[in-house]
């Protein structure tokens, strides 16, 4: 049993962490939101990521991509979270984003939107959530009824995040109420211009981003703009969430990572009542204990993603790394803050930025509740 990352991993995660030293740490606190990046800052580091030969990490070579597997992307998006110059989804200096969704499509929908995707020609979104069905998908209302070549679709999706930018969305909608999660929501390919979709509403949130209110009101969405067959989207949601979840595991353990290296670096430098705060035991306490819960989730997340390699299925895995590592960065986050006093509450750091979007963390892409019920489910299931 080998804990170690092969040799070229180990490559791949110094060549990033260099990256990010260098490239971006440097700038990160000139975007006071943090939510996008200028214009010209961006085509320039998307330059060097491509010399770097990290162009859409996760796309395969056959369409232009890095191909790196889930374990590879881990290790890149855990040093990318280092730094708080880049949007939550670091990636988006990588290349264009390509959930796995897209690789389920037929060939003819690959040439309307799964090509347009790789080439940057299109942008999409992902629009699940609704007012009554976040965290429990089989309370979705979003209906789409078949009507020859076409399905009539009503229903409001919200917080849908990039939508106002979207071409077209990814939209999970129920075709057999009776089934409910179990095989009755399905997905359809959703023109954003389609008669019947309006932007309704923007959300601002306490991240810095503006979610949207999508309403359908009887658009129609031809037959062939279904993805698989009906019944399968929730699968197909599923697959995306667990590496999504992963994403969360890796950018938390990057941010917490960080963290230790301020607060240990702050409480070496800061004296006081004669002392610095690095030989006071309140604080080594705090650091001790952030750098066992890192090294924790750090495990669980590399594991779940080694597993997902090998062909595994890892959704309760992925369960458990988002819950604990997220979980693990908000308390992470508070004590390094904690340790630099007043300083930590401006914006001349990031400290302040990561406990905003860390805790916001324990809500989106499956809240922390929600994750306990399901490992509940699967522990019960397995010693019962």
């Known amino acids: 049993m080998d804990f170690n990352l092969p040799e070229e ?16 740490i440097p700038i990160e606190m000139q975007s006071k939101d943090g939510v996008e990046l200028k214009p010209d800052v961006k085509t320039r580091l998307e330059k060097k990521t491509r010399d770097m030969g990290l ?3 996760d796309v395969p070579e056959e369409y232009g991509g890095a191909g790196l597997d889930l374990l590879a992307q881990v290790v890149v998006w855990e040093q990318l979270a280092r730094t708080a110059a880049l949007p939550s ?13 897209l690789y389920s499509l037929n060939d003819e929908q690959k040439q309307r939107y799964f090509y347009p995707v790789v080439k940057g020609e299109k942008t999409m979104c992902f629009a699940q959530t609704e007012p ?3 965290s429990d998908p089989g309370s979705m209302k979003t209906r789409a009824v078949r009507h020859g070549d076409h399905y009539i679709v009503n229903g409001v999706k919200r917080f849908i995040t990039d939508a106002e930018k979207a071409d077209f969305a990814q939209v999970m909608v129920v075709t057999d109420p009776a089934k409910g999660s179990h095989g009755g929501i399905s997905c359809l390919l959703v023109d954003m211009n389609t008669p019947g979709v309006k932007i309704t509403a923007r959300y601002k949130t306490i991240m810095g981003d503006e979610p949207c209110e999508i309403v359908f009101e009887d658009a129609k969405v031809p037959a062939a703009n279904l993805v698989g067959k009906e019944g399968e989207g929730f699968k197909l949601a599923q697959k995306w969430l667990s590496v999504g979840r992963l994403r969360h595991g890796a950018r938390a353990i990057g941010i917490a990572e960080r963290c230790i290296e301020m607060g240990s670096s702050y409480a070496k430098q800061r004296v006081t009542f004669g002392k610095p705060l690095a030989e ?8 001790a204990d952030s750098y066992i819960e890192l090294h924790a989730a750090r495990l669980m997340v590399y594991q779940a993603a080694w597993k997902s390699d090998q062909g595994e299925d890892t959704r309760n895995e992925a369960y458990m790394a988002k819950l604990y590592a997220d979980e693990m960065s908000v308390r992470v986050v508070d004590r390094v803050l904690q340790i630099h006093g007043g300083i930590g509450l401006t914006l001349d750091l990031p400290l302040a930025k990561w406990f905003v979007d860390q805790r916001s963390r324990l809500i989106t892409e499956g809240a922390s509740e929600v994750m306990r019920m399901v490992i509940a489910r699967h522990v019960l299931k397995t010693y019962g």
């Open 89 to 101: 989804r670091g990636e988006t200096i990588f290349g264009p984003e390509v959930r796995p969704i």
């Open 9 to 24: 991993l180990q490559m791949l995660q110094q060549t990033v962490r260099q990256f990010v030293d260098k490239e971006l």
């Open 55 to 57: 162009w859409m990490l």
């Open 280 to 287: 006071r035991q309140a604080i080594q306490w705090k650091l």
């Open 132 to 134: 009554d069905a976040g």
